[in-house]
């Protein structure tokens, strides 16, 4: 073997690592955020958790990003513990697919149909077919399906060179004399665990093995203890990821770490003492790529099967092994950290987890508000300080949420993603604004509690009518946001637009009771600053439906699209505001 064969052997690795990157990519922009919304429906059990982990692998082929990926969900308080564990187990299924799409590399016959199979047959076509895509599609999903295709098909070429760097090791004497070392199975599994550590990933590592059996030189003996190394060397991603998070998220690598290494504690002296017990022959067996995928499924499916019940089990090595830090319980808080920046190695995932918090701020947002209504009828002391310190939750939501999202949208996003990544970032600041007028009506409550004076009966009644308003403009706003329906998006603008005409009748109505002496002054002003509030809340809630709508509509200027819908013109506005300005008619009062 040539110095020309060792760098042919480091590019064909290159490319190995560089095509999987691509290939996970795309798959994770076709899958969009719908990996988040499994996380969250299916780790309510070990066998869903189990299911979940393999599927996520398989579409982001890396059990590596998975786990660091865990370790970021755990860090934030999205996950508990326990509920990685058989995440952490199916990834390590799902990561077994890849060495079989690389065992097609080992096919050899004369039929036509089989030579198909062969990825130096059809991964031209792949490449050739995903560059049309990305060259010509505009739809960015299609974009990311031809990015898949190209990503396998750089792969598979880096798989060819690593082959064919190889293959002249096969006459090499010298090449034997270092393979004899490998009889020894804990020098396997130790070299199997530092290259992988090394190159941080099993998929690759796996797929040097099976470039290196084409050489005829592997047995089965080497190749098992390798096979067995990689899947420990695999977790030093996630090691290197728990540095400086909270205990519960060390505690992910701690038990990734020790799921692998009783794995090999187990089952190396099972397959050993087997051989030894009913002389299989198999330790001597040249082994070729289909039955190093075969020998690393059956590793991986057997350690999860045999410790899938022992899931406490591992938790509580994992406490023990990360105690909890009493002096650092702010540290060790999982809200201490608001969203993990880790989560970014998987942005659809991430958007998802964005959109999750910017729902909660939007119940937050609706909570402080009719909480803040009530308080002009009922005034608590205990209550105003909860929404005061609610409002500076709601402040810290946007600040966090706004930073992270920025750096999301520095990141590689599907076209869905980069839309409801917009949609956050033009609605934070709306619903951060309704918890500052929740805060402004607050305030007028405890005033008018401290002086002990009260609306009339009449501006009650109109201001009960107003608030009714307000709640359902509320709801619909929520709505749109939270599940992007348009019906109720389009619903928003006819409702503030008649908030706006009750806003200034009421204020008239209240000129009226002003100069025939039934109302003061004082009581004017805090009627104007309510009603102001009530106002501007719509406002708000017209601003995220607007964003809601011309996102998904494709409309990019969101005020021609104001303007056109307040011009008459659209019968479905016309029909819904005289709706809901009947529906929200003001008594005649006889002042």
């Not at 996102?551 to 104001?562: A, E, F, G, I």
Request: hydrophobic letters at 45%; a negative charge; glycine letters at 8%.
């Amino acid at each position: 073997m040539s110095i020309f064969s060792i760098f042919t052997l480091c590019g064909g690795l290159a490319f190995f690592l560089y095509g999987m990157q691509v290939m996970s990519g795309g798959l994770e922009n076709v899958a969009g955020g719908r990996l988040e919304k499994l996380l969250r429906d299916m780790t309510s059990n070990p066998m869903k958790s189990l299911a979940l982990g393999a599927g996520i692998t398989i579409a982001i082929q890396s059990s590596s990003a998975l786990t660091v990926m865990l370790v970021g969900l755990v860090n934030s308080g999205i996950m508990d513990l326990g509920q990685t564990i058989g995440v952490i187990m199916g990834s390590n299924i799902g990561t077994t697919l890849t060495a079989w799409i690389l065992s097609l590399a080992g096919i050899e016959s004369d039929n036509f149909f089989l030579q198909l199979l062969k990825p130096e047959s059809f991964s031209p076509i792949f490449a050739l077919v995903g560059i049309c895509m990305m060259m010509v599609s505009k739809s960015v999903k299609k974009r990311s399906v031809g990015s898949i295709f190209v990503g396998f098909a750089i792969l598979m070429y880096g798989m060819q060179l690593m082959t064919n760097a190889m293959s002249p090791l096969a006459d090499s004497p010298d090449f034997a004399k270092v393979l004899t070392a490998f009889t020894n199975p804990i020098l396997g599994v130790i070299v199997g665990a530092l290259f992988t550590g090394i190159i941080q990933s099993s998929a690759a590592s796996v797929g040097i093995l099976q470039a290196l059996s084409l050489t005829g030189s592997i047995s089965c003996g080497m190749a098992v203890p390798i096979i067995m190394g990689q899947n420990i060397g695999t977790c030093v991603t996630a090691i290197i990821s728990s540095v400086g998070v909270s205990t519960n998220a060390k505690r992910v690598a701690v038990i990734h770490i020790t799921f692998n290494i009783l794995g090999v504690v187990i089952f190396l002296p099972v397959f050993y003492g087997l051989n030894y017990l009913f002389h299989l022959g198999l330790v001597d067996r040249i082994i070729n790529p289909v039955g190093i995928a075969l020998a690393h499924t059956i590793f991986n499916v057997a350690t999860t099967v045999f410790l899938l019940p022992f899931g406490k089990f591992l938790e509580k090595v994992a406490h023990k092994a990360i105690k909890d830090n009493v002096d650092a319980g702010k540290k060790d808080d999982k809200t201490a950290v608001f969203i993990d920046e880790r989560i970014l190695l998987s942005p659809s995932f991430a958007v998802s987890e964005c959109t999750h918090h910017a729902v909660a701020m939007s119940d937050l947002a609706e909570d402080i508000l009719f909480d803040s209504i009530n308080m002009l009828s009922t005034y608590s002391a205990t209550k105003a300080q909860d929404i005061f310190t609610a409002e500076e939750k709601l402040d810290n939501y946007e600040d966090k949420l706004g930073t992270f999202l920025v750096k999301l949208s520095g990141t590689e996003l599907s076209e869905r993603d980069a839309n409801e990544v917009s949609k956050l970032l033009h609605s934070l600041s709306d619903f951060e604004r309704i918890g500052d007028h929740a805060l402004s009506i607050t305030y007028v409550a405890k005033e008018m509690h401290e002086k002990n004076i009260h609306f009339s009966p009449d501006a009650i009644k109109e201001l009960d009518v107003l608030q009714d308003a307000l709640h359902e403009i509320i709801e619909l706003t929520r709505e749109a946001f939270e599940t992007g329906d348009m019906n109720s998006a389009t619903k928003v603008e006819p409702l503030e637009q008649v908030i706006d005409g009750m806003v200034l009748e009421i204020k008239n109505r209240h000129i009226k009771r002003l100069q025939d002496g039934i109302c003061t002054i004082e009581l004017g002003f805090k009627l104007s600053d309510l009603l102001n509030c009530y106002q501007r809340v719509s406002d708000h809630c017209s601003n995220i439906a607007a964003c809601v709508i011309q996102l998904k509509s494709s409309q990019l200027d969101m005020h021609n699209y104001l303007n056109a819908i307040k011009t008459g013109e659209d019968e479905e506005f016309t029909k819904e505001f005289n709706k809901y300005q009947e529906k929200y008619k003001l008594e005649e009062i006889t002042v």
